[in-house]
């Protein structure tokens, strides 16, 4: 089985929105349509690397070969300075700056284009202007980073790492969306990957991360994330590593569907030739006259073991012979709980500690277990609630007999 490459975020997202999309995209290479807000997000970020460097500090990062650091010097990018202090963009600098490097490429028209161009340079005047007014304290900016997360191969571009005043970094990811809240930040997965890159390459831990809204120039911080908040994207990245490794590309339809640029190829979307329509047409018409009759016998199956359960219930029997087979009654019985009722019983005594998976199963166990106090447990039983279900099963029988062959469930 081959590897599977190193995930970046979007790499990530692309594959667990449709697999087809990323096979189309990583494997094959396929072309999408340029989009305009794309193009503009591309062009906005590429200028704000250029207007932060100046202010980067490098810091220390991990060697390959375990937890020691390098030093500063070993980090200096570019030619050795007289001392002077890096040339800082002035707003006219900034401003042609952005004019070099804008992109007409999709938007859908010149208006279109302007507006976009228009708020790019508003949003980096004003940033400019914030940067003279609060320096930030950078380590790094649209720094390319790569690690193994337990075993898994990561990678991804980091917008900007700053030094927070307690001396951890802070990972910042700049986003030029038309809205954005600190519930983004908190259940990104985006910036709980750049903290596990982060972490994997420098010697300092990470302390917060951020979405920069640029359009309001907010910066939406929030804390590092615990391992145990981790763990839960490194499973969904263990998935999509072995989907991919397994070649299980199957299309995955949805709204996203819409904006896709391989719906003509895509066999979701794909036409039927026209020699194949006739037959085909057929099958399908065949195939919904059999599901409409599916539909009726299980309706009149459900009436008829309703009807023999009242019949049996009524008699006291629970096996019926009939002409080739015996109708067999079975009882089913399932607990419910209320886990909102458990829960502060548990943590008044101290033992919330005892319920591990909130299932009744587990409750059960609890149930059971000779360390909770008696009068606990009787107080968490009496929370529950037993459901019973009764079923028939046919057992093939000799005339009627009743001698068991197979067993099959209504």
Known sequence: ???????????????????????????????????????????????????????????????????????????????????????????????????????????????????????????????????????????????????????????????????????????????????????????????????????????????????????????LRTRARDRSSLDPLHVRLGSVADGIREQAFEPTPGRQCARCDFRTICPEFREVPAGDGERLTALVDRFEALRADERRLELELARTADELHRAAEALGVHRVPGSRSVAIRRREEAWQFSLDSIRPLLESSGMATRLGQESPDEVKRLLRDPEVPAELRRKVSETGSRRVRWYWELEAGDGGAGTPRSAQRL
């Open 1 to 219: 089985m081959a590897a599977a490459p190193a995930l970046s975020y979007s790499s990530y997202r692309t594959y667990l929105e449709c697999p087809l999309r990323w096979k189309y995209l990583y494997v094959e290479r396929r072309p999408e349509t340029p989009r305009g807000y794309f193009t503009f997000g591309r062009v906005v970020h590429s200028v704000l690397e250029e207007l932060v460097r100046p202010f980067v500090v490098p810091a220390a990062r991990r060697t390959e070969g375990g937890e020691s650091q390098r030093t500063l010097d070993d980090w200096r990018t570019g030619p050795a300075t007289d001392g002077a202090p890096p040339h800082r963009l002035s707003p006219e600098e900034l401003l042609a700056l952005y004019d070099r490097s804008w992109s007409s490429e999709g938007y859908t028209s010149p208006e279109e284009e302007a507006r976009y161009r228009s708020l790019g340079r508003e949003l980096l005047l004003k940033y400019h202007d914030r940067l003279e007014r609060d320096p930030p304290k950078p380590v790094a900016v649209e720094q390319h980073l790569e690690a193994k997360w337990d075993g898994i191969p990561i990678h991804g571009y980091i917008d900007r790492i700053d030094r927070t005043s307690t001396g951890g970094l802070e990972v910042m990811d700049y986003k030029t969306s038309r809205e954005l809240s600190h519930e983004d930040a908190r259940e990104s997965d985006q910036l709980s990957l750049y903290q596990v890159l982060v972490e994997s390459n420098y010697a300092e831990p990470v302390e917060r991360l951020t979405l920069y809204h640029l359009r309001t120039l907010t910066p």
